[in-house]
């Protein structure tokens, strides 16, 4: 039976051209009325059309014709429906995002990999860390620091030497980026459930910005970030090839 797909793509041209080639073969709805978004693109053109469809409650198949391609499936015309039938759904939770900055702005977004503290200027952050109100870390010196989600414990967290956390784990990573003091310190695994707070000591002379899967925020005060269960993004692998496989291997390349 042919589903009704919705086909979504990035503005590189490889994934236009993409685009139109299954839409010439499989047709074409609109995602409100589509029983499977497809998307076409990198893992950043996955993450928006993640965060873009939530409302929906669709799944999200998504077909590498970017850069990078950790939640991408590969790219094939031919037998899109016969993958679609046999695709494996991962659920996964995002982060919830609340920070204030210095002017008393209050923001909220939604980060599916990580949220990031970085500093903004020349100087290094000086960061509280408080978790579930019980301050942990009075004072680190950094470049910055980010809490990911498993999903996203390959992506920035990886390569700010943060650890790799099975898809199934009801843990967050805590990792600092590049930390002067404590010299030693790389982070923390807190429980899923766990509510993190940053704040910012000498905001002014050392302003800090925060990054939730690309939304900026600028001159931070503090901000707050937890596990959002009530929102669940349901994407799409091969058989085989789905996030718990993706991390284990990505150990051992």
């Not at 469809?53 to 998504?62: F, K």
């Not at 010299?183 to 050392?206: H, S």
Request: proline content about 6%; overall charge negative.
């Amino acid at each position: 039976m042919t589903k009704r797909i919705a086909f979504l793509a990035s503005e590189a041209p490889v994934a236009q051209t993409a685009r139109a080639a299954l839409i010439g073969r499989y047709g074409d709805a609109v995602p409100q009325e589509a029983e499977i978004v497809v998307a076409l693109g990198g893992d950043g053109f996955m993450l928006r059309t993640l965060h873009s469809t939530q409302h929906l409650n669709t799944p999200v198949y998504g077909m590498n014709r970017g850069t990078i391609g950790f939640l991408m499936n590969e790219y094939s015309e031919s037998d899109l429906l016969e993958r679609l039938a046999e695709a494996e759904e991962e659920i996964i939770n995002p982060l919830s995002m609340r920070a204030m900055d210095q002017h008393g702005r209050t923001h909220e977004a939604l980060a599916i990999n990580e949220v990031s503290l970085l500093r903004a200027g020349p100087q290094a952050a000086r960061l509280k860390i408080t978790i579930d109100g019980r301050v942990r870390l009075a004072e680190l010196v950094c470049d910055g620091a980010l809490v990911a989600t498993p999903a996203g414990s390959t992506a920035y967290n990886y390569s700010a030497h943060g650890p790799i956390l099975p898809i199934g784990a009801d843990v967050l990573a805590l990792t600092a980026i590049a930390a002067f003091r404590p010299r030693r310190w790389r982070g923390a695994l807190l429980p899923k459930t766990a509510m993190v707070r940053f704040d910012v000591q000498d905001p002014e002379k050392r302003p800090v910005m925060a990054d939730a899967d690309s939304i900026s925020i600028t001159d931070i005060d503090w901000v707050e970030i937890r596990s959002d269960p009530s929102v669940s993004h349901r994407i799409l692998f091969d058989p085989g090839h789905g996030l718990e496989e993706r991390l284990i291997s990505e150990q051992f390349t």
